[in-house]
């Protein structure tokens, strides 16, 4: 599976949009880009996932770039409760997720 | 629906000891997956499987022991458990194409 960057941390002002962006340079054609989300220690949270197109759904957005080589979460209206370390994975099978260390974002008030 | 379930939500054990982390799941998933972290880091995967009867290894793999005897339940084994194993381990099913979904956690401490 390829592996995915991330920036360690992000700071995001309440009410505003969170970018959170990922690279995946080495992805295959298969590899489906996933979003998971992890609040202090509780199991991660499913978030969103694509393949080749951008996708929305009640939760967020996901920008994936024409040469798939990166993707950016997007929660549009950032809230205190969505502060939590966001993992992006990408991977053929939905059922064997390489796990990085994630991004920590802290929405401030 | 109770989603997964995984007991006990904390445990200690002593070097050497045994012992069984149970995971059940009632949305008639085919997959189910086993997950350890550590602190600071991402989930690393222990043992997987894509139905009844069936079980694969994932990146550290050993130490555990897994079965599959149902669709709806996928316990661990820890055959002699070391400090290394201290974690906090998670249970995630899913369909096919589907994300996963998770348990909260069983938090192990071997002393």
């Known amino acids: 599976d390829a592996k995915t960057t991330q920036p360690t941390s992000m700071d995001c002002a309440e009410g505003r949009a969170a970018n959170l962006p990922c690279n995946h340079s080495?992805?295959?054609?298969?590899?489906?880009v996933y979003w998971y989300r992890q609040i202090h220690s509780q199991g991660p949270q499913y978030i969103i996932h694509?393949?080749?197109?951008?996708e929305t759904n009640e939760m967020a957005s996901l920008i994936i770039t024409e040469d798939r080589k990166s993707s950016t979460l997007i929660l549009p209206h950032a809230t205190l409760r969505d502060t939590a370390v966001y993992y992006c994975?990408?991977?053929?099978?939905?059922?064997?997720?390489?796990w990085g260390a994630g991004t920590k974002l802290i929405i401030k008030p | 629906n109770a989603g997964v379930t995984q007991t006990p939500k904390f445990q200690v054990l002593k070097t050497g000891q045994s012992m069984t982390l149970q995971c059940a799941q009632d949305?008639?998933?085919?997959?189910m997956s086993w997950y350890r972290q550590d602190p600071g880091m991402g989930l690393r995967l222990i043992h997987y499987?894509?139905?009844?009867?069936?079980?694969d290894q994932g990146e550290v793999p050993n130490g555990y022991n897994v079965s599959r005897s149902t669709t709806e339940d996928f316990p661990l084994r820890l055959l002699s458990a070391a400090p290394s194993q201290t974690s906090v381990y998670f249970c995630?099913?899913?369909?096919?194409?589907?994300?996963?979904?998770f348990g909260d956690g069983t938090r192990l401490s071997i002393l």
């Open positions: 995630a099913s899913s369909n096919s194409n589907q994300p996963q979904h």
């Open positions: 949305m008639n998933h085919e997959y």
């Open positions: 499987s894509v139905g009844a009867g069936i079980t």
């Open positions: 080495t992805i295959s054609g298969n590899e489906y």
């Open positions: 694509g393949l080749k197109n951008n």
């Open positions: 994975i990408v991977s053929d099978s939905n059922y064997q997720l390489i």
